[in-house]
Structures are given as C-alpha cells and as structure tokens.
C-alpha cells in the first residue's frame, strides 16, 4: 500500500466518504418519525374525547357513549333513560368542546407570538388582554351576575385592553416590538389594579366568591349557547393563523431580514396581535383565566416537531386540546369539589417550566 499526495493510504475510503445508503437510512427514519409523531398527535384527542364522556358522578358505559353519540346521526330507536341524553349533550359534551376549544386556541396563540416576539417567555396574556378580561368579569359579576353578560364584558374589556396597549405602543418611540410588550405589562398591571379594586368593594358573602372563582378559571358552567358564542372567532382565528404560518417563521428571523424577503412587517404583526386577541379573549370570557397553557405548550410542541411554525402550529392545536381536556377531567373528578382549573395548570405548569430552563442546551428555536 502507497500513499497518495495528501497522505492517504491508497485502497481505503476516506475519512469525508458518505454513504448515500447511510443518508438514504436517516431521511427514512425521519420520516418515519414524523409520521408516528402526526399519527400520536390525532389519536391522543380523539381517544381523550371518547374517553372524556365516561368520567363523572354519572357512570356511563363505552357501549352507552357511542349508542348515544350516533343516535344524533342515525335513526337509532331510543332505549336509554333520557337523563343519559341530559349527562352526555347538555353537561359532558359542553364541556369537552370547551375544553379542547381553549386549550388549543391558547396553545396557538401562544406559538405565535413566541415567534412575533422572538421571546419564549411570551404567554398570550402578554398584552394585558386577560387582565382586562378578567376585570370586564369582575365589573359584570359586581352588578349583573348574568352569565351571558359577564361572557360580553370579558370579551369587549380584553379587546380593549389590547386596544390600549397598542395604542401605547404607538406614542413611544423605540423598538416597536420591545415598547408593544412592555406597554401590555402596563396595561397588565393597570387591569390587575382595578381587578383588586372590584374584589374589595364587592360584598364577601356573594360576589366576592364568584369572582374569586371566575378568576382562577374553570369550565364548570359552559353551556351549548357558550359553545356556539365563541366557536366562530376561536376557530377563524386559528384558521387565519395556520393559513399564515410560514410567514411567522419569517418574521422570527427579525424585521429587517422579513422586509428583504418582501414581507409586509406592519400588517403582518397587526394581523397575528388581533387573531390572537380575539383567540385569547374568546377563551378567556368562557374559562376564565387559565395561564401556563399557552406558554408551556409550545415548547412541547417544539420538543416534538420542531421550531418551524408550518409544523409547529397544527401540533399546538392537537397537544393544547389534549392538555387542557385531560386537565379539566382531572378537575372534575379528583376530588368531590371541583378544582379550578388555573390551580392545576400552574401546578404543572411550574415544574415543566423549570425542566425547560435545565434543558437550557436544546434551545428555543
């Protein structure tokens, strides 16, 4: 054996050789992968939605659920006591809805503004939108206590927060993205303010509790009617926000590279803060406030997909809805007296957020 001109042993492949076999074998199991990956991530809450009707002080049988469920599609002759009707459409499915409903839409909501902001500490409440919610409920509560009012005050006070963040933001020269965030703390604390205010002068022995309650979230009174009020907005606003997906990723690498690749910053920005103002607000008039999910999921999301919003986006929509519902079942029936559901998001919440910051090394994007 010779050596050649750069010290190579003649009749041995090179260190540098690839095997286009072994690249071949990579791109499959990614592939792969991928699949397995999409496969889990709509089967987990479709399963988690069947199985959802079977939990509850009312025992019902999977045979039930499913004799029931069909019924309202096929002329099946009705052989089951009505009050089964009344557990599975009036209470149960409700409440499923609601739940898949929210956890995605502020799963999403989330995700995106983690990549609008390039932050991801960002949560959809970011720009005060579920204080000024949270203080449109209380004011509602405090003078109405009706329930279809205290769903309109939320949803008209957090769009108004947002309003005035924005507006904020607008008066202050600096970097819009920096003043826009830091505007929402104001207005954030602002509500917040007024949010203690209404607890103070409201009576302790009636009001005070309801708003306590409302506040720390829950989707114990959801109602068909709730369903049909906030659907429409939740679903258009995430539709509008995967049609634009991609254009997120763009706009994560930072205005001035997005402005070279023709992309209007501007509108583009306007166009995410309303579809996820009106996602967040949507939800928040139903649930109450339930923070973590929007801000935990999406890392998971990433931990699974990926950083690119094409991917990521659509998996925040499967995981938030399978989250949020196995959350809100764990409320109902861990213990006689329902647990408020943002007691139970932050308890997990917390934890997985700290694993992330140990995990410091994988990164964000």
């Given at each position: 054996?010779?050596?050649?001109?750069?010290?190579?042993?003649?009749?041995?492949?090179?260190?540098?050789?690839?095997?286009?076999?072994?690249?071949?074998?990579?791109?499959?199991?990614?592939l792969?992968?991928?699949?397995?990956?999409?496969?889990?991530?709509?089967?987990?809450?479709?399963?988690l939605?069947?199985?959802?009707?079977?939990?509850?002080?009312?025992?019902?049988?999977?045979?039930?659920?499913?004799v029931?469920?069909?019924?309202?599609?096929?002329?099946?002759?009705?052989?089951?006591?009505?009050?089964?009707?009344?557990?599975?459409?009036?209470?149960?499915?409700?409440?499923i809805?609601a739940?898949?409903?929210?956890?995605?839409?502020?799963?999403?909501?989330?995700?995106?503004?983690?990549?609008?902001?390039?932050?991801?500490l960002?949560?959809?409440?970011?720009?005060?939108?579920?204080?000024?919610?949270?203080?449109?409920?209380?004011?509602a509560?405090?003078?109405?206590?009706?329930?279809?009012?205290?769903?309109?005050?939320a949803?008209?006070?957090?769009?108004?927060?947002v309003?005035?963040?924005?507006?904020?933001?607008?008066?202050?020269?600096?970097?819009?993205?920096?003043?826009?965030?830091?505007?929402?703390?104001?207005?954030?604390?602002?509500?917040?303010?007024?949010?203690?205010?209404?607890?103070?002068?409201?009576?302790?022995?009636?009001?005070?509790?309801?708003?306590?309650?409302?506040?720390?979230?829950?989707?114990?009174?959801?109602?068909?009617?709730?369903?049909?009020?906030?659907?429409a907005?939740?679903l258009i606003?995430?539709?509008?926000?995967?049609?634009?997906?991609?254009?997120?990723n763009?706009?994560?690498?930072?205005?001035?590279e997005?402005?070279?690749?023709?992309?209007?910053?501007?509108?583009?920005?306007?166009?995410?803060?309303?579809c996820c103002?009106?996602?967040?607000?949507?939800?928040?008039?139903i649930?109450?406030i339930?923070?973590?999910?929007?801000?935990?999921?999406?890392?998971?999301?990433?931990?699974?997909?990926?950083?690119?919003?094409?991917?990521?986006?659509?998996?925040?929509?499967?995981?938030?809805?399978?989250?949020l519902?196995?959350?809100?079942?764990?409320?109902r029936?861990?213990?006689?007296?329902?647990?408020?559901?943002?007691?139970?998001?932050?308890?997990?919440g917390?934890?997985?957020?700290?694993?992330?910051?140990r995990k410091?090394?994988?990164?964000?994007?």
């Amino acid at each position: 054996m010779g050596f050649d001109l750069v010290g190579e042993m003649k009749g041995y492949p090179s260190k540098s050789y690839h095997d286009p076999n072994d690249e071949e074998v990579i791109i499959k199991k990614g592939l792969a992968r991928r699949v397995s990956i999409n496969v889990v991530l709509v089967l987990l809450p479709v399963s988690l939605f069947f199985a959802s009707f079977l939990l509850g002080r009312y025992p019902i049988s999977p045979p039930e659920v499913i004799v029931v469920l069909a019924s309202k599609f096929l002329p099946i002759e009705h052989t089951w006591p009505a009050v089964l009707d009344t557990v599975v459409f009036r209470i149960r499915l409700p409440r499923i809805v609601a739940a898949m409903l929210v956890g995605s839409g502020l799963s999403v909501s989330g995700a995106s503004f983690q990549g609008l902001f390039r932050n991801p500490l960002v949560s959809p409440q970011i720009l005060g939108v579920a204080s000024g919610a949270g203080f449109g409920a209380a004011m509602a509560i405090l003078f109405s206590g009706n329930p279809f009012m205290i769903q309109v005050s939320a949803l008209l006070f957090g769009l108004i927060a947002v309003g005035m963040t924005y507006g904020i933001s607008k008066m202050v020269r600096g970097t819009s993205t920096l003043v826009l965030v830091l505007a929402g703390i104001a207005v954030g604390a602002f509500f917040s303010a007024l949010i203690s205010l209404t607890k103070y002068v409201a009576d302790p022995y009636e009001k005070l509790p309801a708003i306590v309650f409302w506040l720390m979230g829950s989707l114990s009174s959801v109602s068909n009617r709730d369903i049909l009020m906030v659907s429409a907005p939740i679903l258009i606003g995430m539709a509008i926000l995967l049609l634009i997906r991609w254009r997120i990723n763009i706009l994560s690498m930072g205005d001035e590279e997005a402005s070279a690749l023709g992309v209007n910053t501007r509108k583009l920005r306007i166009i995410i803060i309303v579809c996820c103002t009106i996602i967040t607000a949507s939800s928040v008039c139903i649930s109450g406030i339930i923070g973590w999910v929007g801000l935990i999921i999406p890392h998971v999301g990433r931990m699974l997909v990926g950083p690119d919003h094409k991917a990521l986006l659509p998996a925040c929509v499967s995981i938030g809805a399978f989250y949020l519902l196995l959350v809100d079942n764990c409320a109902r029936t861990l213990t006689t007296a329902e647990i408020p559901l943002g007691i139970l998001t932050a308890i997990v919440g917390a934890p997985f957020f700290v694993y992330l910051l140990r995990k410091s090394e994988m990164g964000w994007s």
